[in-house]
Antibody, heavy 120, light 107 residues
Framework: QITLKESGPTLVKPTQTLTLTCTFSGFSLSTSGVGVGWIRQPPGKALEWLALIYWDDDNRYRPSLRSRLTITKDTSKNLVVLTMTNMDPVDTATYYC????????????WGQGTLVTVSS | DIQMTQSPSSLSASVGDRVTITCRASQSISTYLNWCQQKPGQAPKLLISAASSLQSGVPSRFSGSGSGTDFTLTISSLQPEDFATYYCQQSYSTPFTFGPGTKVDIK
């Protein structure tokens, strides 16, 4: 059974760096054809894909946020970390991590999400 | 970026109604189109991948079709648990993009 759970601060100040951790079970990020992605959702708004890391350490980022995002993985600890620098109130959102199947190109399992508020 | 649009943005329907939601991509995405359902306060749930492939455990009243730029999600007989917001998402190329959502509520 695949499960994912996001963790991190619920409140960050403008200009600070956000660090979110996705801890997962039921699969290994060393298995070919697997990835973990991050998607966010501002309150009352639509979903927005942010980043994806593959089993082979390849990664992809949303171009408009590329300079602010870093995604890494620790295969031995079954976790993926997303950092976002220079946070702004517009980054207030629920942040989700999700399991990605490369051959089917689908986010098939999602974490419960974590709400991050950016405010001074 | 590939832009995704959905119509309608919201609809009101009754239990037992047939509901159709349309999704359009700004360029051809073959069948790299997924549909997910989101209920208030919950994470999205994948319903359909590759335009028409129903995920395991998803009721057969849900179906998807289309290819290229135009896609549809159909609920053949709306059930109380289907009242939610539905998003399409293209996985043809990064950045992956989602539609703005279609909220289905009770008439």
């Amino acid at each position: 059974q695949i499960t994912l759970k996001e963790s991190g601060p619920t409140l960050v100040k403008p200009t600070q760096t956000l660090t979110l951790t996705c801890t997962f079970s039921g699969f290994s990020l060393s298995t070919s054809g697997v990835g973990v992605g991050w998607i966010r959702q501002p309150p009352g708004k639509a979903l927005e894909w942010l980043a994806l890391i593959y089993w082979d350490d390849d990664n992809r980022y949303r171009p408009s946020l590329r300079s602010r995002l870093t995604i890494t993985k620790d295969t031995s600890k079954n976790l993926v970390v997303l950092t976002m620098t220079n946070m702004d109130p517009v980054d207030t959102a629920t942040y989700y991590c999700a399991h990605f199947l490369v051959d089917r190109r689908q986010f098939d399992y999602w974490g419960q999400g974590t709400l991050v508020t950016v405010s001074s | 970026d590939i832009q995704m649009t959905q119509s309608p943005s919201s609809l009101s329907a009754s239990v037992g109604d047939r509901v159709t939601i349309t999704c359009r991509a700004s360029q051809s995405i073959s069948t790299y189109l997924n549909w997910c359902q989101q209920k208030p306060g919950q994470a999205p749930k994948l319903l359909i991948s590759a335009a028409s492939s129903l995920q395991s455990g998803v009721p057969s009243r849900f179906s998807g079709s289309g290819s290229g730029t135009d896609f549809t999600l159909t609920i053949s007989s709306l059930q109380p648990e289907d009242f939610a917001t539905y998003y399409c998402q293209q996985s043809y190329s990064t950045p992956f993009t989602f539609g703005p959502g279609t909220k289905v509520d009770i008439k």
